[in-house]
Nanobody, 122 residues
Framework: QVHLVESGGGLVQAGGSLSLSCTASGGSASTYAIGWFRQAPGKEREFVAVINWRGTGVDYADSVKGRFGISRDVKNTVYLRMNDLQSEDTAIYFC????????????????WGQGTQVTVSS
């Protein structure tokens, strides 16, 4: 089992920034790709960004390209830097893990954190 814990969510005004963190531990955490997903009330869970197990490959949803950045460190912590936040970014943000390679479908990820709330307001 891989255990994932998100942190860093909060309330921010439109145009502001937040940084989220996801710590992965247990199992083969060091060889897992880590993705970020988000889910707004009444909507499907959607892909945000992902980084492969080596930290050398990334992918982003079109809606966040140019605004969000994903990275990971040697402690198996993955970060999501969110800039120029807008109301449509309001959601619970989840991190998730799968072996090695990046993917963008929630069903391709085996382990999930419990989420952290991001709320963007004026």
């Amino acid at each position: 089992q891989v255990h994932l814990v998100e942190s860093g969510g909060g309330l921010v005004q439109a145009g502001g920034s937040l940084s989220l963190s996801c710590t992965a531990s247990g199992g083969s955490a060091s060889t897992y790709a880590i993705g970020w997903f988000r889910q707004a009330p009444g909507k499907e869970r959607e892909f945000v960004a992902v980084i492969n197990w080596r930290g050398t490959g990334v992918d982003y949803a079109d809606s966040v390209k140019g605004r969000f950045g994903i990275s990971r460190d040697v402690k198996n912590t993955v970060y999501l830097r969110m800039n120029d936040l807008q109301s449509e970014d309001t959601a619970i943000y989840f991190c998730a893990a799968r072996p090695f390679a990046i993917a963008s479908m929630p069903d391709n990820f085996d382990f999930w954190g419990q989420g952290t709330q991001v709320t963007v307001s004026s």
